[in-house]
Nanobody, 123 residues
Framework: VQLVESGGDSVQVGGSLRLSCTVS????????MAWIRQPPGKAREGIAS????????YYADSVKGLVAIWHDNTKNTVYLQINYLRPEDTAMYYC??????????????????WGQGTQVTVS
């Protein structure tokens, strides 16, 4: 199973980014997918998740209204749109997946497969 993130960049405050996570080895329509970020020196934080088979989505309060998660099952790819970027959004952003949620959808401990991450820097 391989998850490959892309789209991270250095942007100015107020800018937008679209992150992509292309998955191979599993079919995302059968899995729960999430975006999890880790700011420098801080713990990981699950910010968005979706069960692509039902289109249910969940967002952390810290980013609600600022991000959107969606998927394209034909491309086996999950996306994260981040708008109105703030310095506190600076982090490594990871894509993760698990066959089924057994706990809170935004709890990063519940995810089995992870990508290597893509860096977002806001200044």
């Amino acid at each position: 199973v391989q998850l490959v993130e892309s789209g991270g960049d250095s942007v100015q405050v107020g800018g937008s980014l679209r992150l992509s996570c292309t998955v191979s080895g599993i079919t995302i329509s059968e899995y729960a997918m999430a975006w999890i970020r880790q700011p420098p020196g801080k713990a990981r934080e699950g910010i968005a998740s979706t069960y692509t088979g039902t289109d249910r989505t969940y967002y952390a309060d810290s980013v609600k209204g600022l991000v959107a998660i969606w998927h394209d099952n034909t491309k086996n790819t999950v996306y994260l749109q981040i708008n109105y970027l703030r310095p506190e959004d600076t982090a490594m952003y990871y894509c993760a997946s698990v066959l089924k949620w057994f706990g809170p959808p935004l709890d990063e401990r519940g995810y089995q497969y992870w990508g290597q991450g893509t860096q977002v820097t806001v200044s």
